[in-house]
């Protein structure tokens, strides 16, 4: 099952548990809507055709959804009842943090064998190197704010550019170390408004536009809020704002994000079969690794310093 937010890729992971599972003469089943649908009995058989001609989509054809009634003991109970009326052995659910942490719960609560796959574009999961989506939620980002770039140089204007991040700015660092933005907001760093400033007003002596690249998370608030706040110092600067918003989710997964979804699509199945279990798949360094899942929503992925401070002096 797929659950919380999509991310590319989730559909090369579900392609990958499939094919690995009927190789094994293992019988798997797909579970649509996430928890939901393991509490509504929406379970439904998957094949070799089930998955063809999936890997190349975006979204998952599994569909996902959160689910209230999945933090109560009576629809953890009822999803279990459920389990068990079907003959499943084993779960592999592929998501983030909120996805964990369920499995987590009911995983001890009813001591059920569990696999997670990380699908998240926030690449936020400790226990891996990248999550599966961040890779092609950091190309989409470029690409849109490059065109963004052209028509701020037409016209000689300073955009700020909100992208996903609620809680970590991966996407908002590497996207604006890869488009040559100004200056990058995030919430792992106090955002400082003069210092913010004083760049912008010594980037336009030599420099005809700026980019400022803003995590929608930051204590600043959004990209709204921080523009505002900067129009009230600088009333000279024609200041644009532009949300990607849910662009930054869909589109066809890139190479890497479909390999890494395959690959741990397959080291799921063959983890179950060698009896772990209460554990994330992840890749660090070219190796695989299992982090349990309290390690892994608990311990997040920290941002690495380095492209911080490379961002200053870069721009």
Known sequence: MTSGGDAPGMNAAVRAVVRTCLKFDIEVFGIKRGYAGMIEDVFFELNKRSVSNIIQRGGTILKSARSKDFMTEEGRKTAHENLKARGIDGLVVIGGDGTFTGALVFSKEYNFPIVGIPGTIDNDLFGTDFTIGYDTAINTAMRAIDNIKDTANAHNRVFFIEVMGRDAGFIAIRSGIATGAESVIIPERKTNLDEMVKVMVDH????????????????????????????????????????????????????????????????????????????????????????????????????????????????
């Open 204 to 315: 336009t002596t030599k420099k005809t536009s700026s980019i400022i690249v803003v995590a929608e998370g930051d204590e600043s608030g959004g990209a709204y809020k921080i523009a505002e706040k900067v129009s009230e110092r600088l009333e000279d600067f024609e200041i644009r704002v532009s949300i990607l918003g849910h662009l930054q989710r869909g589109g066809s997964p890139t190479c890497m994000d479909r390999v890494l979804g395959s690959r741990l699509g397959y080291e799921a199945v063959l983890a179950l079969k060698a009896g772990k279990a209460g554990i994330m798949i992840g890749e660090m360094s070219g190796q695989i690794v299992y982090t349990p899942f309290d390690q892994a929503c608990k311990h997040q992925q920290e941002l690495n310093p380095v492209l911080i401070d490379m961002v200053n002096i870069l721009a």
